[in-house]
């Protein structure tokens, strides 16, 4: 089942914060978040694989609340270069092969 | 540099021919995925292969066949295609995540976009 992601679209202006919210109805062992450029590939950005944990990825960072079942990713001042697609994946089985993407958050910031 | 490489960015197809999306690795990964990208449902897996020969459904298999005979080497085969196909397919390849080590980063290709007349 897919995990959900919130909000689906949001604009911002150069140097505002934004949070991309994921969450699952299923037990939560590890969380990864992808960006995509408009034409480009998704890219990895993190891996979160304990409750609690949060990584840091230049201005960009993210929480996992396993209990919670839910991830953020937080945008601090953000940039023109972080416009694009965001996903949140989620394992879809305990061996964590194969990941279950949400549909995604548009991010646009604007000069 | 890693490379995931699709054959072709962009086809047109006409309903009932058979398609063959290629998709091309040169990081000697044993995980390889393809995904259907659809504006607002995100990146839904149709197949993966965790090694040579060996392929399983992921959540959207029905239409679709994969081929993997070589581990660099996966395909995504259409057999009949039919306009609900017409999408934007990714590729993805990944070593496997090892407790402490490598985190199963998925590398993508650039896509394929497939439009079924």
């Known amino acids: 089942q897919q995990p959900v992601q919130s909000p689906q679209a949001v604009i911002l202006r150069e140097g505002e914060d934004a949070v991309i919210n994921c969450s699952s109805s299923?037990?939560?062992?590890?969380v990864h978040w992808y960006r995509q450029k408009h034409g480009e590939a998704p890219v990895f950005l993190m891996i979160?694989?304990?409750?609690?944990e949060q990584k840091g990825h230049d201005k960009i960072s993210a929480s996992f609340n396993e209990k919670k079942q839910q991830s953020s990713l937080y945008l601090t001042a953000s940039q023109l270069s972080y416009s694009g697609t965001y996903f949140c994946?989620?394992?879809?089985?305990?061996?964590?092969?194969?990941?279950?993407f949400g549909s995604g958050t548009q991010l646009t910031v604007l000069p | 540099d890693v490379k995931v490489t699709q054959s072709s960015r962009y086809l047109v197809k006409r309903t009932g021919e058979k398609v063959f999306l290629e998709c091309v690795q040169d990081?000697?990964?044993?995980?390889m995925f393809w995904y259907r990208q659809d504006p607002g449902l995100g990146l839904r897996l149709i197949y993966f292969?965790?090694?040579?020969?060996?392929?399983e459904k992921g959540d959207i298999p029905e239409g679709y066949s994969v081929s993997r005979e070589k581990k660099e080497r996966f395909s995504l085969i259409l057999e009949s295609a039919s306009t609900n196909q017409t999408s934007m397919y990714l590729c993805?390849?990944?070593?496997?995540?090892?407790?402490?080590?490598?985190?199963?980063?998925?590398?993508f290709g650039e896509g394929s976009r497939l439009t079924v007349l």
């Open positions: 993805a390849s990944s070593l496997p995540r090892k407790t402490g080590g490598n985190t199963g980063e998925l590398f």
């Open positions: 299923k037990a939560l062992y590890s």
């Open positions: 979160l694989l304990k409750g609690g």
């Open positions: 994946g989620t394992p879809t089985s305990g061996s964590a092969r194969q990941l279950t």
């Open positions: 990081m000697d990964h044993e995980n």
């Open positions: 292969s965790y090694d040579v020969k060996m392929k």
